[in-house]
């Protein structure tokens, strides 16, 4: 997996990602091309989103819940940024479930299959946080459901539990055409295969990928961790226009 930080260290990833998305920028005031065909324009998992639509920006994110600069991205910049812009209503924030056809990565399908089950019950911000708060403990042992049922009431972990069944762990492990082929035994299988494709049509190369739209102007995407500093001094620039 294509990995910024690890070839150069997080202040040289985040320059190179800030350089690149800065000449994004000024490309929009010179014009843009817009592009009508949002990646989310047909798409109807927004309870796996945080803020609201109507917010000027929206980054969509595709990520593996067992991708350690994933994991980084989220506690380090998406978290800061949700209480931030996101609650001041300058960002709309949507997940996108990516899980990677690696072998490292056994549960990470099934991780995605949990956040989507919370998502259903209105429970997808707890569940997320659970799982990249806690992921390397149970990417050890595959033990996704005790801090599931730690993030959840007994009642909504008793609705979550209900959605899950059929789904029976690891998951497709390591087996993006897994969540592609038909018929699902796991009714939410259907909600990790919509997101497959949009990311295939992106297209995602290597997780985290982000995807930024400033008043219906798709940007380029964007790969690799970024600090909230850098990403916050981007977006400011675009507010700005």
Excluded at 103 to 118: E, L, M, T
Excluded at 127 to 135: I, P
Aim: proline fraction near 7%; include cysteine; glycine fraction near 8%.
């Amino acid at each position: 997996m294509a990995n910024l930080l690890r070839r150069s260290g997080v202040r040289r990833a985040s320059l190179v990602v800030f350089v690149a998305l800065v000449a994004v920028a000024l490309s929009l005031g010179a014009g843009a091309r817009r592009n009508p065909k949002r990646a989310n324009a047909a798409d109807t998992t927004f309870a796996k989103a945080y803020g609201s639509k109507t917010a000027p920006i929206t980054i969509e994110v595709f990520s593996d819940y067992q991708c350690p600069q994933c994991r980084n991205l989220f506690e380090q910049t998406l978290r800061p940024m949700i209480g931030d812009y996101v609650a001041a209503g300058k960002v709309y924030l949507i997940h996108r479930d990516y899980p990677l056809a690696l072998p490292a990565h056994k549960y990470s399908g099934q991780a995605a299959r949990w956040s989507d089950a919370a998502a259903q019950i209105g429970q997808f911000a707890a569940v997320e946080t659970a799982l990249y708060d806690n992921a390397p403990s149970w990417e050890e042992d595959g033990n996704i459901e005790k801090y599931v049922a730690g993030a959840l009431s007994a009642a909504d972990f008793k609705r979550v539990q209900k959605l899950m069944q059929g789904c029976a762990p690891p998951g497709p492990a390591g087996r993006q055409d897994a969540f592609l082929a038909a018929p699902h035994p796991c009714s939410l299988d259907a909600s990790i295969q919509q997101d497959i494709l949009l990311g295939n049509h992106v297209p995602v190369n290597a997780t985290p990928t982000y995807v930024i739209t400033f008043k219906g102007q798709r940007l380029p995407p964007g790969t690799g961790f970024v600090t909230w500093p850098v990403l916050k001094q981007f977006l400011d620039s675009l507010l700005s226009q």
